[in-house]
């Protein structure tokens, strides 16, 4: 006589372990198709903002400076006199950040009334920590006139973010008549 009683366990385990897939098939498709709606209903927002509505504003980690334009500065010192005598200003800038310099640019020379300086050199430049304080300072180069004076023609503290400003590509310094300075910049997150 034979024993059919093995024959029936395998297929009693068989079917045990079928119905086990088809369980953990169906907790796989209601887990995906979560997820699929999920990150449907999520909004996309633009880089730099967060919430509900995309409407809070996100410190960014860096701003890059890619250029910096002036386009207007005092034509005479305090005093009235010239900034140089025969010629036009030779004219840099420098930042810095909490008191420290940070960048110094490259020098224009003997720069013209109503002509538009670009800065470029050193430039794309990090800067970290933009919640700090910073400062733009503007300065005649007398060293050429062999004097090594340095001339200061203004100075400005500046906010390089601000927390309610929807990252600006620009970013503007006017001194009232006498300077208007672009910082041309990128947010990084």
């Not at 909004?43 to 967060?50: N, V």
Request: proline share 3%; with cysteine; aromatic share 14%.
């Amino acid at each position: 006589m034979r024993n059919i009683f093995p024959v029936r366990w395998n297929t009693f385990r068989l079917i045990a372990i079928k119905k086990k897939f088809k369980l953990m098939k169906k907790i796989m498709i209601v887990f995906v198709g979560s997820l699929f709606l999920l990150a449907c209903n999520k909004r996309d927002c633009k880089d730099g903002f967060l919430g509900d509505n995309c409407d809070m504003q996100q410190t960014p980690a860096s701003i890059t400076i890619n250029s910096a334009d002036l386009n207007d500065w005092p034509e005479t010192k305090d005093d009235g006199s010239g900034w140089d005598d025969t010629s036009g200003p030779d004219v840099y800038f420098r930042l810095l950040q909490n008191g420290t310099e940070i960048y110094a640019s490259d020098i224009k020379t003997d720069i013209t009334v109503g002509s538009v300086i670009s800065f470029t050199d050193g430039m794309p430049f990090n800067v970290l920590n933009v919640d700090d304080q910073f400062t733009i300072e503007f300065y005649d180069d007398d060293s050429a006139l062999g004097i090594g004076f340095q001339d200061l023609m203004g100075s400005f503290s500046i906010n390089l973010y601000s927390s309610d400003n929807g990252f600006p590509e620009e970013i503007i310094l006017s001194g009232g008549a006498d300077f208007d300075f672009k910082l041309h910049v990128d947010y990084n997150f």
